[in-house]
């Protein structure tokens, strides 16, 4: 599979690629991680989990997302043994001693982690520009904001990075901002026109 074909495809169709063994969650992660590097200057992951992805992609998965590249959110989404930071220099040292339940959802549901998306410090503004780790940009312009406070998880989605990504039950201004819809507890990208160009800038 290519990247440009990866960007066509929601969380369901990629399950049932892997499902159908069309497709591996490893191939998949890969291609969710190569889209990640083209577009670091994004700055959308706070905590780096690629070794654990790598690891638990070449598993047997089951449930209804098993195989999907996915981030949760650095925020109340626990990881065991990851750091829980909130875009906060003060929360630098905080270790996870356990999966938070909505972590534990996602792993029954096949998904394959890979990191923790950046946040506001605290999660206490509507625009994601940390102090720790700077400033998240919004993939439809650089020069903006995505929002906050799941401005990382909305710019991942928007990039076409991942079909979808970890956010808290509310509706947060970072939904608007990054033209993403909004799930339970996860931001979905929207199928891309059949017309009109993108007015993404190149790479994102």
């Known amino acids: 599979m290519t990247p440009k074909e990866y960007r066509t495809h929601d969380a369901t169709s990629l399950a049932e690629l892997v499902r159908t063994k069309q497709v591996t969650a490893a191939e998949l992660l890969e291609i969710a991680l190569d889209l990640t590097k083209q577009n670091a200057r994004l700055n959308f992951i706070a905590v780096p ?3 654990i992805a790598r690891k638990r992609a070449k598993t047997q998965l ?7 590249p996915f981030l949760l959110k650095d925020w109340n989404q626990e990881y065991a043994g990851q ?8 929360r630098k040292d905080w270790i996870a001693d356990r999966n938070s339940a909505y ?3 996602c792993l029954e549901a096949g998904l394959v982690i890979f990191g923790r998306t950046t946040t506001p410090e605290l ?12 400033p998240t940009r919004n993939p439809w312009d650089i020069g903006r904001t995505p929002g906050g406070s799941s401005g990382g998880s909305a710019a991942s989605v928007a990039a076409g990075i991942l079909p979808m990504a970890a956010a808290p039950s509310e509706v947060p201004p970072a939904i608007a901002v990054c033209s993403v819809s909004k799930s339970r507890g996860a931001w979905r990208r929207h199928k891309p026109r059949k017309s009109g ?5 190149k790479g994102c």
């Open 103 to 105: 972590t534990d959802r």
């Open 123 to 134: 999660c206490i503004k509507a625009v994601t520009e940390s102090r720790f780790y700077g």
């Open 83 to 90: 750091p829980v930071t909130a875009g906060s220099a003060a």
């Open 62 to 68: 089951t449930g209804p997302f098993a195989g999907v």
């Open 49 to 51: 989990m690629t070794e």
């Open 197 to 201: 160009k993108d007015p993404r800038p």
